[in-house]
């Protein structure tokens, strides 16, 4: 494989974000094609059994099993770590892979991590039952209160972990000013960054060491394929996560990498597009819902904060009903454009009930502390005309009474 076109075209670190969507990372085989190959294989063949005993010893540069390394693999990985802005990153099969891992490769049995209160279900899981079983420490914060984040830390606090915008209430975490105090401490942050993506917000830019990801949202964007990413310095990489995923193994595929490698060409694109849509459809529906959580508007607590972090408001906003789950369900059953489904990040306009879907598995008095109430709707915009969702919000809400 070559990269770009004989030179190391492909990896320069000097073009813009929307530019490395497209042209990042690219390794061109001898035939030259334009669009990146799909290598398809789980092992590599040496031409003499030196050649093995070189590779296997890092003297060989080369692949050597498809757990360890793949070129379709691994052109995702230089063109995620270039539209970050990071050294390095490790693609893996899932979002969860990717935070399990991002975890697990740093934390052991007497460490302390804090996380934030309001996170994926999974993540959630992860901090509540996982990490307890293996004698890891987590506290849980409020991730938009700062000064918990400070009173949290303990001699063996090794870690930080929250998203931001947070899934589902959309709340926002002050991400330099974590970060900072993280710094001052030797903490090691680790940032969910799935709802805004690199290009809306790039926590690295605010300090964060390690950025974690499901790539099943926005980056495939096209609800085709599941898979994550860590990215981080080469040395957080190299040393720490890849002795942890090489072994333990939460590999991508080489076709889904393919796949969210031909979604990040237009993630720029659709991600401006779908945020536009959003705004629009929030302000369209915002006088008739009780209360909406959407990062532009001006309504959000964290207004201010979410505009100096991110480029837009973003695809994703949430509903609050005041009628609870019944009529939470009439607001989903009157949609007809719109499905129900608990995906993010898809083409598609997707609604979901969290509290009974991506949030079910949260015991009930803490999904109520997250503010993850039974009248709660998460929205996500995806590329159809405006008008039509609107028109099919409009019906909606009428339905449940709104
Ligand atoms: C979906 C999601 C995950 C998990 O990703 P998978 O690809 O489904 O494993 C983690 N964090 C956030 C914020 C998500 O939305």
């Known amino acids: 494989m070559k990269r770009g076109t004989g030179q190391d075209r492909s990896i320069t670190t000097r073009w813009r974000a929307a530019t490395q969507a497209v042209r990042?990372?690219?390794?061109?085989?001898?035939w030259g094609e334009t669009s990146e190959a799909l290598m398809l294989t789980s092992g590599y063949s040496?031409?003499?059994?030196?050649?093995?005993?070189?590779?296997?010893?890092?003297?060989?540069?080369?692949?050597?099993?498809?757990?360890l390394q793949n070129p379709t693999v691994e052109m995702l990985e230089q063109r995620i770590a270039l539209m970050e802005g990071a050294e390095a990153a490790r693609a893996t099969a899932s979002g969860m892979a990717a935070m399990t891992a991002a975890l697990l490769c740093q934390l052991s049995a007497g460490d302390h991590m804090v996380a934030?209160?309001?996170m994926f279900g999974s993540c959630r899981w992860l901090t509540d039952h996982l990490m307890p079983r293996f004698g890891i420490d987590v506290t849980i914060v409020d991730a938009s209160d700062t000064d918990?984040?400070?009173?949290a830390i303990r001699p063996k606090t090794k870690v930080f972990f929250f998203e931001t915008p947070a899934n589902p209430t959309l709340e926002v975490a002050d991400l330099t000013a974590i970060c900072a105090l993280a710094r001052a401490h030797g903490i090691v942050t680790v940032v969910d960054n799935a709802f805004a993506t690199s290009a809306l917000q790039r926590p690295m830019e605010h300090g964060a060491d390690v950025v974690a990801y499901s790539a099943t949202k926005m980056m495939d964007g096209q609800g085709r394929v599941l898979a994550g990413a860590v990215c981080g310095t080469r040395a957080f990489i190299d040393d720490v996560l890849l002795p942890f995923v090489r072994n333990t193994g939460p590999t991508i595929s080489p076709f889904s990498a393919w796949v969210v490698l031909k979604g990040l060409e237009t993630l720029d694109l659709r991600i401006r597009r779908q945020s536009e849509t959003a705004l629009a459809v929030a302000r369209a529906i915002e006088a008739r819902v009780p209360r909406l959580l959407y990062p532009a508007l001006k309504s959000?607590?964290?207004?201010?904060?979410?505009?100096?972090?991110?480029?837009?408001?973003g695809t994703i906003m949430t509903l609050v009903l005041d009628g609870g789950r019944a009529q939470a369900f009439a607001l989903l059953d009157a949609l007809e454009l719109i499905d129900i489904s608990n995906n993010i990040g898809d083409s598609r306009s997707l609604m979901t009930h969290n509290a009974s879907t991506t949030h079910s598995g949260v015991a009930e008095p803490e999904r109520i502390r997250m503010g993850v109430t039974e009248g709660m709707l998460r929205l996500n915009i995806g590329l159809e005309d405006p008008d039509d969702l609107i028109e099919d919000l409009d019906r909606a809400l009428k339905a449940a009474g709104l």
Do not use: V
Request: hydrophobic content about 45%; glycine content about 10%; some cysteine.
């Open 300 to 313: 959000h607590p964290q207004h201010a904060l979410a505009m100096r972090q991110m480029a837009a408001g």
């Open 116 to 118: 934030a209160r309001t």
């Open 148 to 151: 918990a984040w400070a009173a």
């Open 24 to 30: 990042g990372g690219t390794a061109r085989s001898d």
């Open 46 to 67: 040496y031409d003499c059994a030196a050649d093995a005993a070189a590779r296997f010893a890092g003297e060989q540069a080369g692949m050597t099993y498809s757990r």
